[in-house]
């Protein structure tokens, strides 16, 4: 079963504007990381947030972590036609579990220029 | 140029034959992955290693087989028994000691296609 779930499913914007994708989980966590996968392609990690984290930032990536709602939401400013992807939060969940990230199906971003 | 290899990219196979997929990291990292995409769906876990000589199932690993004889080298076999075995196959690896950090770098996918 899933852990994490993307919303939404599919995003398109223009370039220069701000993404917005969201994740929810359901058991409580160690930490939440985020993945980009172009079409075909492995999957690139973007950014880890540790559980007893609520924000952290990298280049134009926002990473919000809310454990009371066990959400997180990943914000791309000012996107590029490169940022065209698609997106995967992954958990990795409790102390039983080591090693095993639980990944949603994932947001599809297309960014046209 | 360090990094995570799989190999081949693209394969294809009969039903009924095994086929094993390759998957090589000169990063000295502990831990390795196997995972499974299909269409439009996020990646599941077949196997896991810690370390060397040491495998584990994830969550769907019926129809398929590891080996972990070097710290290098964690190659994937799908068996005849996988009743769908047609999908992206992804290969990570990891640093595995540090949990609190711990990220994984992955492969750029076989991609497996049973006729």
């Known amino acids: 079963s899933q852990q994490g779930e993307e919303d939404p499913q599919a995003l398109s914007i223009q370039e220069g504007e701000n993404a917005t994708m969201n994740c929810s989980y359901k058991?409580?966590?160690?930490?939440l990381q985020w993945y980009r996968q172009n079409s075909g392609r492995g999957l690139v990690h973007l950014i880890l947030i540790r559980s007893n984290e609520r924000e952290k930032h990298s280049g134009r990536l926002r990473v919000t972590l809310d454990t009371s709602k066990k959400s997180s939401s990943l914000l791309i400013t000012a996107s590029r036609a490169a940022d065209t992807a698609s997106y995967f939060c992954a958990t990795d969940a409790s102390a039983d579990s080591w090693g095993k990230l639980q990944f949603g199906a994932g947001t599809q971003v297309v960014v046209t220029p | 140029d360090g990094g995570i290899t799989q190999s081949p990219k693209y394969l294809f196979r009969k039903e009924g034959q095994n086929v094993t997929l390759s998957c090589e990291q000169n990063?000295?990292?502990?831990?390795m992955y196997w995972y499974r995409q299909d269409p439009g769906q996020g990646l599941r876990l077949i196997y896991y290693s810690q370390i060397v000589n040491d495998f584990q199932k994830g969550d769907i690993a019926e129809g398929y087989s590891v080996s972990r004889e070097k710290k290098e080298s964690f190659p994937l076999t799908v068996t005849s028994a996988q009743k769908n075995p047609t999908a992206f196959y992804l290969c990570?690896?990891?640093?595995?000691?540090?949990?609190?950090?711990?990220?994984?770098?992955f492969g750029p996918g076989t991609r497996l296609t049973v006729l």
């Open positions: 990570a690896s990891s640093i595995g000691w540090d949990r609190a950090t711990d990220t994984q770098y």
């Open positions: 990063l000295n990292h502990d831990a």
């Open positions: 058991t409580s966590i160690n930490n």
